[in-house]
């Protein structure tokens, strides 16, 4: 089944306490992303990745790091967490091509900072 | 110029009417108009999309209307469902760039 995993799917962490979202995508998609979901601003971009190696700023950028070392996979790593990094994340991944392409969302993450 | 803005931020339709929900734009280079839908607990997923060289696509009981001119588009929900209650995206983008530029969403909940 074609799809988009993360994990986990909930959690709570504490202020500084460094910690990783991963994401792999079975469909050999080029392009991955990373988003947050806050009430009232809909979904914003953190990192994007057009393929292995390469990664772009989104947005939103600040607090988060990202790396793409294999096509399946897009890691969202937040090395010193705070509070108003409560959020809800989603990764993404799409095919690349001249036109675009429907986008594939993972489960989410609903990742708490106390 | 890279803002999607939508509208209602909530909307409440009775079974079987229609609902609509808006969105407008300003930057003349997108050319790719996708509505996402999404469930509570689910990641959004692709409902439907445009590209400008139309002025609507139909798919079942939904429909976008693209206004270019007005640079305006909206999704039409006939015949509304309760299975229809979530929140829906709208999006754009342009070829020479993948990122979706997302509206701030909109709640949609069909009373039985």
């Known amino acids: 089944e074609a799809q988009v995993t993360q994990n986990p799917r909930y959690l709570i962490t504490v202020t500084g306490k460094k910690l990783t979202v991963t994401c792999s995508q079975n469909m050999n998609h080029e392009y991955m992303s990373w988003y947050r979901q806050d009430p009232g601003l809909g979904l914003r971009q953190i990192y994007y990745s057009m393929n292995v190696e390469v990664t772009d700023k989104g947005d939103v950028p600040e607090g988060y790091k990202v790396s793409r070392k294999e096509k399946r996979n897009f890691p969202l790593i937040l090395e010193s967490p705070s509070p108003n990094q409560t959020s809800l994340y989603f990764c993404?991944?799409?095919?690349?091509?001249?036109?675009?392409?429907?986008?594939?969302f993972g489960q989410g993450t609903r990742l708490t900072v106390v | 110029q890279q803002q999607v803005k939508q509208s209602p931020q909530s909307l409440i339709v009775q079974k079987g009417g229609i609902s609509i929900i808006n969105c407008a734009y300003e930057?003349?280079?997108?050319?790719?108009f996708p509505w996402y839908q999404q469930f509570p607990g689910k990641g959004p997923a692709l409902l439907i999309a445009i590209r400008p060289d139309v002025s609507e696509k139909k798919e079942g009981r939904f429909t976008i209307s693209f206004n270019k001119s007005a640079k305006q588009f909206s999704l039409h929900i006939m015949d509304s469902q309760p299975g229809d209650s979530a929140t829906y995206f709208c999006?754009?983008?342009?070829?020479?760039?993948?990122?979706?530029?997302w509206g701030a969403g909109t709640k949609l909940i069909i009373k039985p």
């Open positions: 930057n003349t280079a997108f050319d790719y």
């Open positions: 999006a754009a983008s342009t070829s020479s760039n993948y990122q979706l530029i």
């Open positions: 993404a991944s799409s095919l690349q091509g001249q036109l675009n392409t429907e986008a594939f």
